[in-house]
């Protein structure tokens, strides 16, 4: 499994190598340093994992512990059998590559497939628990209690100074009752027989139970709850909602509306009207069924797809035969200076992307721009606030931005075709522009297509050329969507998920995967393609 | 064997990792299990202009409280997504910094806790507490007002003018370039700066209920005064007064340079002016309709999480550290943001620019922060660039106003 390839070196120091080599294979497997240092480093993964799956199995993520165990019986098994050199090698790139790649991949498609979003993104219980605690409201006028916490046997109780002066106590579920002894400080009471006072680190060791006790103020439920803020004053609540655990209903006690679960991930009254905030729920196809069928993101979806492929297509297009234009001239030996032109050629390549996309969009500014004021003389040509001048704007900044890159592959691509094929056909009487169609091109077209099919992928999602320099508009502003003439999908995305107040993660994941099924289709298309172009050869 | 023992180390040190990762996913919740319930640290994020002043405030507060203060540096901008997405996981801090604007997409995602000023809610200016106000409930601690001003530049204009029009009719006798200057965008115009001038028509975005607070279903953006606004917006782009191409760095630039007596601009934007030697004023927004030109105003404060296990010492922390007086003074001698606890706005005040911004934002409205204000800024600014540049106004604001209800119905 060690064995070196075979080179073209001499038979003497082939063999050195094949003794390094068995010797390091003989270390991998052997000696006893090599294993103390195996078992310590085994010893740290394992107390770790031991570590991960008390935490795993007292939170009860089942699934996630069961991985644990799996993969630490492997990495074991792996580096303490003999042997096994590759694997030994790949374990940790492959873990890494499954929680870093695979994993947020996978869980990047999960998504697509919930109701994630603004107002959906925890679970039940934190909704249930967050509604409880909005629906808290202090009574109207309600004085600032004082409050001593005080504990007796494991117990909370709340010490209350009235505003009146007279002191109660009362507890989670009891209601306050009056007492006579209490000690007082300041008007205040701070302690009573027979109770434990807490200090301020002791009520924040339980801030916890603390936050949760609400005392009511006397037997009558409706007279309001006694809660404390800061374990130093308590307020008189009273709360609108009241959850009904085992019907899994909230009810308001105002106006008396049952709110129910109804599988849409938010509580719903019979009427139809939500509270917010809901829950993550699974929604199978929903999004990818609502990007297909709602009339507000059909149409722009279409639309954008359009010119997401004219824009992509047209790019690749330009970029590429600028870019071959130029090699070739510049590949001409009569050309004078190339050194410094090509350096020329290559500056925009050098600038990173985004910053050039902001320094056009300034540039071609209306009123102000440099192309219209110093170019053109003042006209006010509106490059990036027309429909279509903007679609143009956008491939002519991309063609300046890309053609370096095409100039760069093709050259190295032309210098790679032998001279002696030019001047063969140059022999058998061909015309300059033929020997280009058949010879050059088909050879280049073999090395470049690959990249080219790369190059379209990447202006297929081509984010920071759009978002800086127009961010999709011109809007139309009869369409009522908020998507503009120059969005491509992945900008649609964007907006979708991050703009706005209301974000649609669910929606926008089932966007990304539809743009990566287009992507993934076309390059697989192109390169059963190309391979028709090696048959050439 | 040097080789050997190198790899293995590594291996074993990536395997770590990894398995830590791995548990990590799901532990998170109950790590944060562990270290609660101790009131040991409480975690605060916060943006790098306030963490200075944060962190001698925390150090005073570990020191009165013992419960030590993790400060930790955001972007100010991402705050909003990240509290989003990290409270539901139990990993989001316990207290944030942030706008108030921000706080209808926080209730509406269950990620932040009311909270109690008692009687402290007094000693804060009224805005700032409706502000940090959603449907009754108090969800923050106010710690800085901030509202758009005119700024005039006293060299070229002498006098305060009482209506737009004078205003225009001041610039353009001061014979400089541009009779007033507002920043907008080709795209999206601007309506947080236009918007004193579509008050001043009478047309809110929304309506108020009772209490105050914005009412998402009584959306009054398309009534008549509104129409009037689009009117009024169509006449001053045509007559150049506004114009979309004048960027907000553009104008910040030409009213550097004294090409306009007049800059429509928040206090942000005064210091470089002071710099550049221009002698400033801070007037009020002449109206453009008739009422009371009302600009929005922002407020940041503290809110503390929903699933925070230190609810107490957080709650201690913003109510009495940071809404204490000592504080908020810091924090404007930072930022130079006006502070909303009345008492240090007084101090503050002694500064004729916050003084002049603060008068300004008596007559200001808080920035609505319901979920359904997402569906205006949608379609606002870019219907009002049309307008200016010349669509048909009445028919595009009503078009405007018909796309938000559809929007805001869902």
Known sequence: MTTPPETDSGPIRQSARARRATRIADAASGGWKVVAAKILGLGVVDAIAIYALFVLVRSESWLVAGLVVAVTLLVNWIYFSRGKLPAKYLAPGLIFLAIFQIFVLLYSGYIAFTNYGTGHNSTKADAVNSLLLSSQNRVADSPNYRLTVLEQLGELSFLVTEPDGSVSIGGNERPLKEVQNAQLEGGVAVGLDGYTSLGFQDILGKQTEIAAISVPLTDDPNDGMLRTPDGSSAFLYTSSLEYDEAAGTMRDTNSGTVYSDIGTGAFTSDAGQELLPGWKIEVGLDNFVRAFSEDSIRGPLISVTVWTFAFAFLSVFTTFALGLFLAIVFNDKRMKSRKYYRIIMILPYAFPGFLSALVWAGMMNQEFGFINVVLLGGAEVPWLTNEWLAKGSILFVNLWLGFPYMFLVTTGALQAIPEELTEAATVDGAKPWAIFRFVKLPLLLVSVAPLLISSFAFNFNNFNLIYMLTNGGPRDVSAGVNVGATDILISMVYKVAFVGANRDYGLASAFAIIIFILVAGIAIISFRRTKSLEELN | ?410
């Open chain 2, 1 to 410: 064997m040097r080789v050997n023992n190198k790899g293995l180390w590594a291996v074993g040190a990536l395997t770590v990792t990894a398995s830590l990762v791995l548990t990590g996913c799901t532990a998170a919740s109950d790590t944060a299990d562990n270290s609660a319930g101790t009131g040991e640290a409480l975690t605060v994020w916060v943006d790098a202009d306030r963490a200075a002043v944060l962190k001698d405030a925390a150090a005073d507060f570990t020191a009165e409280t013992g419960v030590e203060v993790k400060l930790v540096q955001k972007e100010f901008g991402d705050i909003r997504d990240q509290f989003i997405a990290q409270v539901p996981t139990g990993k989001g801090p316990d207290v944030v910094i942030g706008a108030h604007d921000w706080l209808g997409t926080f209730v509406t995602n269950g990620v932040v806790a009311p909270v109690e000023l008692g009687d402290k809610a007094d000693a804060f200016q009224d805005v700032g507490i409706t502000a940090m106000s959603y449907e009754g409930q108090v969800y923050g601690v106010p710690y800085s007002i901030e509202n758009i001003a005119l700024v005039r530049n006293t060299a070229l204009a002498p006098s305060t003018p009482a209506t737009f029009d004078e205003m225009v009719t001041m610039g353009e006798a001061a014979g400089t370039e541009y009779p007033f200057l507002v920043g907008l965008d080709p795209e999206a115009a601007d309506p947080y700066h236009l918007y004193p001038f579509q008050t001043s028509f009478g047309a809110p975005v929304f309506g108020t209920a009772a209490d105050g607070s914005y009412d998402a279903d009584a959306l009054e953006i398309g009534n008549d005064g509104g129409d009037k606004f689009a009117a009024w917006l169509g006449e001053q782009g045509a007559a150049g007064v506004l114009n979309t191409n004048i960027t907000g760095d553009l104008a910040k630039e030409k009213f550097i340079a004294g090409e306009s007596p007049f800059y429509l601009t928040g206090p942000w934007n005064v210091p470089a002016a002071v710099e550049a030697g221009i002698d400033v004023a801070i007037d009020p927004i002449p109206s453009a309709g008739g009422e009371t030109a009302q600009p929005f105003v922002g407020v940041q404060g503290f809110f503390v999480s929903s699933k925070s296990e230190n609810a107490l010492a957080a709650n201690e922390f913003i109510v009495n550290y940071m809404g204490s007086e000592e504080v908020q003074t810091a924090l404007f001698e930072v930022g130079g943001r006006a502070p909303a606890l009345t008492a240090s706005f007084e101090a503050a005040s002694a500064d004729p620019i916050v003084a002049g911004f603060g008068t300004v934002g008596e007559n200001a409205v808080p920035m609505p922060s319901i979920p359904a204000m997402g569906a205006v800024w949608e379609f606002w600014g870019v219907t009002e660039a049309a307008i200016i540049n010349g669509g048909d106004a009445t028919s595009l604001w009503q078009k405007m106003s018909g796309d938000i209800e559809t929007a805001i119905a869902g």
